[in-house]
């Protein structure tokens, strides 16, 4: 099929490269309807060196992601639509992810660290004894967040303190810092043969290093963590071009826009106006809270943070956030760790077999990774309390559902304490939304309509 009847056929195509923290995948859009008209998909293993570290090897995730666009054109060649047709690629990733890479050689110098490790809180231990009340919103006035091992400035400062390779190549001055992101359009543009280091602002609003208001590295935030500022990329608008790719297949194709994933769900949702909200229930969960152009500091443990800001020339939208690390992944750690679940699915299944006078008072609170919003707690763990000489695997599957829906009612709550709003709906998104019975449970513990 030539060209012309492609684009006859479905007008121009976008593609959408979406690499979270269990999979990547490349999805390619009829831009004139929205319709996925092909997609590939490819899981990403995590490594747990120690206890608490989480990390992904970030060839790995390069590899994955050219996998993906590798397939998805063949399956648009198999349905006889002209890959030629794609005008542009956006990209969405898991966020705070921290990438160091030698710009001469273009290796990883350590894994990536996993938004949701744990191993720098020592180091925010002994940041806190230097800060007046052990203040942990110390920094949130400059930029919005709270000091914690979830943002990528304290992973950064533990690879220059702790990584040879890094210092190392600081010193020659070959070191380059990024977030998924950034690591992605740097391959895809070039890489070593001039590939460019961007991220958008998105991105760095979840570093600890960007000025919410400016949209700038922030000099103080980079003197407090000690991060040198030419290793990091250029902040640019989530929409506007920041290179071509170069790889065989689509080369030439502009990288055009950039969110990271939990913004691009809320841009995906339509929340455009202020006050609207979305709910992403992936590996963890995350609920984002549409404030327009007014940055609303939270006093009862939300972030704020960059919602979108769509062109080099526009006014940035910001965003309460609510950040929940685990909610899926409690479902995977009951299938994997304790194998009361041979398949995710099931757990559907299994809870709809708890009887109406036996549900038991299991309450399950899945703090593997501490506690986010809104208690912002490290040091917690997970915990079951309630068991009794009755209790089985339904009641404790029945109970991680639970956690999950309680955890969000905490961040709904947290918002409407910050605004002074009650939202008249939810609207949600992510893999565990096709579990019916996991959202009439939210629908039920937050009294609101939930809407996929």
């Known amino acids: 099929m030539n060209n012309n009847e492609s684009v006859n056929r ?151 303190e702790n990584v040879p390779r890094v210092e190392e190549a600081l ?11 950034s690591w992605l359009i740097w391959n895809l543009t070039g890489g070593v043969n001039g590939g460019v280091h961007n991220t958008d602002v998105t991105n760095a609003s979840r570093t600890m290093l960007m000025n919410i208001v400016t949209l700038k590295w922030d000099p103080t935030l980079l003197s407090f963590f000690k991060i040198p500022a030419e290793i990091l990329p250029k902040i640019r608008s989530s929409s506007e071009i920041y290179g071509y790719i170069q790889d065989e297949l689509l080369q030439g194709v502009p990288i055009s826009g950039c969110l990271g994933d939990q913004q691009a769900a809320l841009v995906g949702q339509m929340c ?90 299991i309450v399950f609170v899945p703090a593997f990774a501490g506690l986010y919003a809104p208690y912002w707690r490290k040091d917690a763990r997970g915990v079951i309390c309630g068991i009794s000489e009755d209790t089985n695997r339904t009641h404790l599957v029945r109970a991680a559902l639970q956690a999950i829906c309680f955890q969000t009612r905490d961040i709904l709550e947290a918002m409407r304490e910050d605004t002074g709003l009650t939202l008249s709906k939810l609207l949600v998104d992510g893999a565990m939304t096709n579990n019916e019975l996991l959202m009439q449970m939210q629908a039920d513990i937050c009294g609101i309509p939930v809407e996929s």
């Not at 010193?171 to 992101?181: C, E, H, N, Q, V």
């Not at 690390?325 to 299944?349: F, H, M, P, R």
């Open 10 to 160: 479905y007008g121009p195509l976008v593609g959408a490269i979406d690499e979270g923290t269990s999979s990547a995948r490349f999805l390619v859009f009829a831009a004139n309807t929205a319709e996925v008209l092909t997609y590939h998909q490819i899981s990403i293993p995590h490594i747990y060196p120690k206890e608490g570290w989480v990390e992904q090897d970030p060839l790995e995730i390069l590899k994955a992601v050219r996998e993906c666009l590798k397939q998805t054109v063949f399956n648009l060649r198999q349905l006889t639509i002209d890959p030629a047709d794609i005008v542009a690629i956006g990209i969405t990733n898991q966020r705070e992810t921290t990438v160091v890479w030698d710009s001469v050689t273009g290796e990883p110098l350590y894994n990536a660290i996993v938004w949701m490790d744990m191993r720098t809180t020592s180091i925010i231990d002994d940041i806190l004894k230097d800060i007046r009340n052990r203040n942990k919103d110390y920094l949130k006035s400059l930029c919005g967040l709270p000091i914690s091992p979830y943002f990528s400035a304290l992973k950064l400062k533990w690879l220059l």
């Open 171 to 181: 010193a020659a001055k070959r070191l380059m810092f990024g977030t998924i992101d």
């Open 272 to 361: 455009f106006q202020r006050g609207q909200a979305k709910s992403t229930y992936g590996t963890g969960c995350f609920l984002l809270y549409n404030t327009g152009t007014a940055i609303v500091e939270s006093s009862h443990g939300l972030l704020t943070t960059v919602a979108y800001q769509l062109g080099a020339h526009t006014s940035p939208v910001y965003a309460l956030e609510g950040s929940v690390a685990i909610a899926g992944a409690v479902v995977q750690w009951l299938k994997d760790n304790l194998q009361i679940l041979s398949d995710i699915k099931e757990c559907e299944t299994i809870v709809e077999q708890v009887s109406m006078n036996n549900r038991g008072q």
